[in-house]
């Protein structure tokens, strides 16, 4: 190899987790250093034509970090297991409700109740999650970032008309059976987390799509919007657990096996809580992964020139 060129090299089996120092590398470009890095660090590069972007979707894509090293956990499978944690969390709700619950109905009685924690569980926590790791994929770096806010914001417009359609569902069926509402702890946390849910649409709306927001508003608001966040899909995640050992309180408390005997739909609804709370454990953590976060306005990777709808 001519000197002062550096190989920037790829691996299947590392991409899957094998550490940097014992993979198998592959050969991917060639690109000029002005010196070689002794301690294997990726420093002080000039940079060919075409070399940063395909650099920059390696690093978001988990292949390569910044710091020319490995990262313990690559982006891609962890997208692929955060999906099918997801999809589990609703496909057991669902069964659970089907199984032991007696299936799905719109006619005010038990089966139209068992339409709310299928709702809320897909869209609070799952498309609510989903929402929030938009920015974290690696194509939201390039190009313009208005198909990427309005992906954004209609996975959470979604999320929010099922939990809207999720608490139709249970104050209908608590109407047409004479029951009351809003009087336990799952029902304020679930509802302030829907309340707040849609105060944050709205400004996020306003402030991140509408033309008239200036630019010092949106670095205002934006550490907010962040906070808020993650803290309504938090009370999301409180909302789902309580709900689900509140369903299985009342359902079992007078049947000829009590809950606390721990019976088969005992064991389902619990480990299918614990499995929302990995969900919601999954999504915090990739959301908090500095090697993962969207490009901040200093940093080199930020400095390339915006399209006009995004100055």
Not at 201 to 225: D, E, Q, V
Request: charged share 10%.
């Amino acid at each position: 190899m001519p000197p002062g060129f550096f190989c920037l090299l790829a691996d299947p089996s590392g991409f899957l987790g094998t550490p940097w120092p014992a993979a198998l590398w592959l050969k991917v470009f060639q690109f000029k250093v002005m010196f070689p890095p002794p301690t294997g660090r990726i420093s002080e590069m000039s940079w060919e034509p075409g070399v940063w972007d395909v650099l920059s979707n390696c690093c978001w894509a988990g292949v390569v970090s910044f710091s020319g090293t490995m990262p313990t956990l690559r982006l891609l499978p962890f997208s692929i297991l955060l999906g099918v944690v997801g999809i589990l969390c609703v496909g057991l709700t669902g069964f659970w409700c089907y199984h032991w619950r007696g299936g799905f109905g719109w006619d005010g009685t038990a089966r139209m109740f068992n339409w709310h924690p299928v709702f809320m569980v897909m869209g609070m926590v799952v498309l609510y999650g989903a929402a929030a790791l938009v920015y974290r994929l690696p194509l939201s770096r390039r190009g313009s970032k208005l198909p990427w806010k309005l992906l954004h914001a209609a996975l959470a417009l979604v999320a929010f008309l099922l939990a809207v359609l999720g608490l139709v569902a249970v104050f209908s069926y608590h109407k047409a059976r004479t029951i009351a509402n809003m009087y336990s702890l799952h029902s304020w946390v679930g509802l302030t987390a829907v309340v707040l849910f849609s105060c944050q649409w709205l400004m996020g709306f306003s402030t991140f799509l509408l033309p008239w927001a200036p630019t010092w508003l949106r670095g205002l608001y934006k550490p907010i919007h962040v906070f808020f966040g993650c803290a309504i899909f938090m009370l999301a995640i409180a909302a789902s657990i309580s709900g689900i050992n509140e369903k299985l309180f009342f359902s079992l408390n007078n049947a000829t096996v009590l809950y606390s005997s721990l019976p088969p739909e005992a064991w389902f609804a619990n480990t299918l809580g614990l499995l929302i709370v990995v969900l919601g454990w999954m999504v915090l953590w990739a959301l908090s992964k500095p090697a993962w976060k969207h490009p901040e306005l200093d940093s080199p990777e930020a400095q390339q020139p915006l399209p006009e709808e995004d100055k």
